[in-house]
């Protein structure tokens, strides 16, 4: 039997529809949306939004673990915990490290998705490891080399298929040829952690690569003569571009400006979170590096670099609202849908869809996540 939550709201892709009625059957997939009273179960959120499950494409870690631990059961516990943050659907995030070492991630991860039981693994986002020293941030520089077709072959067979994002520096030596080779096995290439020229970025665009990462972030800055990454992923038409709402990395001037260049539908919002997450102050570790956590920021304890955030995915929702960037249903869409369709997996999650899984959020209208369901069943909340 069908179930149907009433809600003050349901958000769609492209609509709001108000004070209406989301089937839920039995299968655990969304059935069709009314606004007449249908005759059944009905879970009452009449004060509240019904939105889909967020999805974090860029994430490291959360509740004491880090995809490069290479333990499977600590992805499992992240991807528990992925759940009271509003997220339902992620692709685990790897630094730059030992070319050994992201070949044993890439193998766990293949083996092993579909073993979670909460947030689901959509596919692997491979940070690195072909940047650029000058910006580094928090990612290992003894380790950047230029991008390898080989060591990207054999990352996508190892992780059966799942590689489906990797991050490059585009001024590196060989770019449009790796870029060519990804997007023949369904890899979106993404921006990063570099100090290219505006010129060099574009070249990078034209041969495929379609997302920038954490944008002010490890990049080239603005300059009226050389507009570098910032600037190329303000203007260049077709890209997607991340930010990290946290009020640490971005002002939120700067990333109202990354909003009004981009629209709702090509922001992409990003919790960047290492193992800290949810884990409250302290010392932690990223990599190889000692992190501490003070102030609801992580910095690296040798420089003071910021090392990736503590940031939940429901808190940057949260956070562009009250910065009055987008509407709530915006807000969401660029924690959801645009993180789906920027690396091709809004056909799986991103959507409140007739004869999709049911994995979706309620929120009140800042955007507190009331509860998680997963595949029609309330998992947090």
């Known amino acids: 039997m069908s179930v149907y939550l009433y809600a003050k709201s349901i958000i769609l892709d492209e609509k709001e529809v108000q004070n209406a009625y989301l089937e839920v059957k039995d299968d655990g997939t969304f059935g069709a949306i009314s606004q007449e009273k249908p005759t059944g179960e009905i879970v009452d959120y009449s004060n509240y939004h019904l939105a889909p499950g967020l999805v974090d494409t ?72 072909f940047f650029t020293e000058k910006y580094k941030g928090a990612q290992n520089p003894k380790y950047m080399t230029d991008p390898s077709v080989e060591k990207l072959e054999k990352w996508h067979q190892l992780s059966n298929g799942l590689v489906n994002k990797i991050a490059i520096a585009p001024e590196r030596d060989g770019v449009k040829e790796f870029i060519e080779f990804a997007n023949s096995k369904q890899i979106h290439t993404a921006l990063a952690h570099s100090d290219a020229t505006y010129q060099e970025a574009k070249n990078a665009v034209e041969a495929g690569a379609n997302i920038f990462v954490h944008v002010y972030n490890g990049m080239s800055g603005l300059h009226h003569r050389e507009p570098g990454m910032v600037g190329a992923a303000l203007d260049l038409k077709n890209v997607f571009a991340e930010l990290i709402c946290d009020g640490h990395h971005v002002h939120p001037a ?29 010392d932690s570790r990223l990599g190889e590096f000692e992190v501490i956590v003070k102030d609801g920021a992580a910095r690296l304890k040798h420089n003071g670099s910021l090392a990736g955030s503590i940031l939940e995915l429901i808190q940057a929702v949260q956070n562009v609202v009250k910065w009055g960037l987008v509407s709530l249903p915006d807000a969401v869409r660029m924690a959801s849908l645009a993180p789906a369709r920027s690396v091709n997996i809004d056909q799986v999650c991103g959507s409140i869809a007739e004869g999709r899984a049911a994995d979706f959020i309620v929120i009140d209208d800042e955007g507190h996540l009331q509860a998680t369901y997963l595949d029609g069943v309330k998992r947090f909340g």
Not at 75 to 88: A, P, Q
Not at 256 to 274: F, H, N, S, W, Y
Request: charged share 25%; hydrophobic share 35%.
């Open 254 to 282: 700067a990333a109202d400006i990354v909003v009004k260049a981009r629209g709702a539908e090509e922001t992409v919002l990003i919790t960047d979170c290492m193992r800290a997450g949810g884990q409250g102050e302290g």
């Open 58 to 129: 860029h994430i490291h870690g959360y509740a004491s673990h880090d995809v490069m631990d290479n333990d499977f059961e600590g992805v499992k516990v992240m991807s528990e915990g992925l759940l009271s943050c509003g997220v339902t659907s992620w692709l685990p995030t790897t630094l730059t490290d030992s070319t050994e070492n992201l070949d044993a991630v890439c193998e766990t991860i293949g083996q092993h998705a579909g073993e979670e039981s909460g947030a689901k693994i959509r596919g692997i986002f491979l940070e690195g490891p």
